[in-house]
């Protein structure tokens, strides 16, 4: 079995967010940003991996502080995860995001990022 990396993992978020659910969750959260990820289940068949595969990279991920995991809530991505979302997004995506999103609200959201960011 071909061994996944964080890199992998977000851009299949990616792509499920834009292509196969069509569907961006924001949350704006005391002055960050969160973006709901896909579940771990939904990464795994994305990826065409077991689902006890794919959740050591979660588990990474947390620890490195780039996503939150809340029992039953579901799995959003930190300030730091979503800056590192929305870059991959503006770099490799831009185009399908604009189109779900609105080129408008896509350019605020970049701009609300930098700003918290800094």
């Known amino acids: ?5 964080e890199e992998d ?6 792509k499920i967010m834009l292509s196969v659910d ?8 005391d002055g960050s940003i969160a973006i709901r990820v896909p579940t771990t289940r939904k ?11 794919i959740l050591p990279y979660f588990a990474m991920m947390e620890k490195d502080g ?3 995991r809340v029992e039953r809530v579901g799995i959003s991505t ?9 870059k991959k997004m ?10 779900l999103l609105g080129s408008e609200l896509f350019i605020e959201l ?8 800094s």
């Open 1 to 5: 079995m071909e061994s996944l990396s």
């Open 9 to 14: 993992i977000f851009e299949a978020a990616v």
């Open 22 to 29: 069509k569907c961006i969750t924001i949350h704006f959260i």
């Open 43 to 53: 990464m795994a068949d994305y990826l065409e991996v077991p689902h006890y595969y």
């Open 66 to 68: 780039l996503i939150t």
């Open 78 to 86: 930190t300030l730091k995860g979503t800056i590192k979302l929305i």
């Open 90 to 99: 503006a770099t490799n995506y831009r185009e399908q995001t604009e189109e």
């Open 110 to 117: 970049q701009k609300r990022i930098e700003s918290v960011d």
